[in-house]
């Protein structure tokens, strides 16, 4: 059974940047899509990030330029770095693994002066 956990999370002003880590165990981490999904609250969960087992990436159209997706296959491990962070931002983080529908605990992130 694999299992994702996310860390980095964190309080930042508007304007800063935080790096997400999405660390996977068990099965064969460098065939797998990997997504970032978010939720903010009293809001529906809503996609992030896409990277694919050949480094493709897909991003919602609100966090283009600002976010990068990368994957470690050496650390089992998924980043997202997210610069220029906005208020809007601030949700709960979620790393799934979309073929296997396998979720994290989620990471909060909180963009606020």
């Known amino acids: 059974q694999v299992h994702v956990v996310e860390s980095g999370g964190g309080l930042v002003q508007p304007g800063g940047s935080l790096r997400l880590s999405c660390a996977a165990s068990g099965g064969v981490f460098s065939a797998y899509t990997i997504q970032w999904h978010r939720q903010a609250p009293g809001k529906q969960r809503e996609y992030v990030a896409t990277i694919t087992s050949g480094r493709t990436t897909l991003y919602e159209d609100s966090v283009k330029g600002r976010f990068t997706i990368s994957r470690d296959n050496t650390k089992n491990t998924v980043y997202l770095q997210m610069n220029s962070l906005k208020p809007e931002d601030t949700a709960v983080y979620y790393c799934?693994?979309?073929?296997?529908?396998?979720w994290g605990q989620g990471t909060q992130v909180t963009v606020s002066s």
């Open positions: 799934t693994i979309p073929t296997l529908r396998t």
